[in-house]
């Protein structure tokens, strides 16, 4: 029994070290999914933590970066899914609606040029047009486009076939474009 105790704690160790060389990448991917530095570290946390915790059921010689993009998924959406049952009103009301609050604490807490605001608006649009499209179309994107993943990649952590991925992948950049078309047709 020590034999196998060793073993396991051996197996956990390299693990631990393969999973250390993918935490920008997970950051990287938190960050697009949290878009907050603080809470993107806390899902990066979680999720190393998690792997840890469950290090025996990854398969050496896999894809260790997927495996651990698809826990830092799930944690994700189990999160969300958990936080938006207690999403107040306000909180889904546009900045418009808001009051003049609202734009006093944005410009008392993001203080810059004109261009740091146009980019955290388009940012926020982008982030608002994410939102709005179902969870099995927002995923691919997230993925593929906003976190660097090959089409095999993104099927792999999301368990479907490529081919699934690439025509929701297309559905996901309509949706979006539909969404954002009357805010980028302004600059035009």
Known sequence: ????RK????????????AMVHLDHLYRVAIHLAKESDEAGELVQETYARALNS???FTPGTNMKAWLTRILYNFFFDR?????RWVFAKDNNPPEEQGTDYWETAADNNPG??????????????????????????APILLVDMGD????????????????????????????HKQLKGYIGRGQ
């Open 7 to 18: 073993g396991g704690a051996e197996e956990r160790e390299e693990v631990a070290r393969q």
């Open 149 to 176: 993943f090959s089409y095999a990649e993104a099927a792999e952590i999301l368990s479907c076939p490529v081919g699934t991925i690439r025509s929701r992948l297309s559905r996901a950049r309509r949706l979006l």
């Open 80 to 84: 969300y899914h958990e936080k938006k």
């Open 55 to 57: 290090y025996e059921q």
């Open 113 to 138: 040029p004109e261009d740091y605001i146009l980019r955290k608006e388009l940012n926020t649009k982008i982030t608002d047009a994410l939102r709005q499209i179902p969870e099995e179309f927002r």
């Open 1 to 4: 029994m020590a034999t196998e």
